[in-house]
């Protein structure tokens, strides 16, 4: 499996610790980030959200 691979069995495992308000959180803040039309603007995105 490469490291860019996605693990779904760990996405999920994560996924249901989640309470919903962290979830839907985490959901808004990945829309804002990939908005952006190129890769660097998703960079960009993802080190100014922290």
Do not use: V, W
């Not at 693990?7 to 952006?36: H, P, V, Y």
């Amino acid at each position: 499996m490469n490291n860019n691979d996605l693990d779904m069995t760990k996405l999920l495992q994560m996924l249901s610790t989640m309470d919903k308000k962290d979830l839907e959180a985490g959901i808004s803040k990945a829309n804002e980030i990939l908005k952006s039309n190129t890769g660097k603007g998703i960079i960009d995105n993802m080190n100014k959200k922290g």
